[in-house]
């Protein structure tokens, strides 16, 4: 599956911005998703995954209660939506595709197979 991450850019703090990533292929609804970020000079951070069904959710507690994650199987998409920005926020997002892995370990890079390619978000103070 390829992905196709989109919707970065600059926003003031308290700001929002929704991103979206679209997947090729037919098996969207076979991989549970997720988002990383990575910030310069840091590692690659685990945001928040969602299940295939899009029943189960996972976040990461920086960002519990101001992002949302959510998928449309029909449009082969997920989205990340995030409200109330803060400048540590900035960073390059990922959107990522997990077939072979649980669910409990759904926070771990290692358990994505397929990764897009990213896209920035800057929060201005």
């Known amino acids: 599956v390829q992905l196709q991450a989109s919707g970065g850019g600059l926003v003031q703090a308290g700001g929002s911005l929704r991103l979206s990533c679209a997947a090729s292929?037919?098996?969207?609804?076979?991989?549970?998703m997720g988002w990383f970020r990575q910030a310069l000079g840091k590692e690659r951070a685990f945001v928040a995954a969602?299940?295939?069904?899009?029943?189960?959710?996972l976040y990461a507690d920086s960002v519990e209660g101001r992002f949302v994650i959510s998928r449309d199987n029909a449009k082969n998409t997920v989205y990340l939506q995030m409200n109330s920005l803060k400048p540590e926020d900035t960073a390059v997002y990922y959107c990522?595709?997990?077939?072979?892995?649980?669910?409990?370990?759904?926070?771990?890079?290692?358990?994505?197979?397929?990764w897009g390619q990213g896209t920035q978000v800057t929060v201005s103070s």
């Open positions: 969602i299940s295939r069904s899009g029943g189960v959710t």
């Open positions: 990522a595709a997990a077939m072979k892995s649980g669910w409990l370990t759904i926070g771990t890079s290692n358990a994505y197979d397929y």
């Open positions: 292929g037919r098996t969207f609804s076979s991989y549970d």
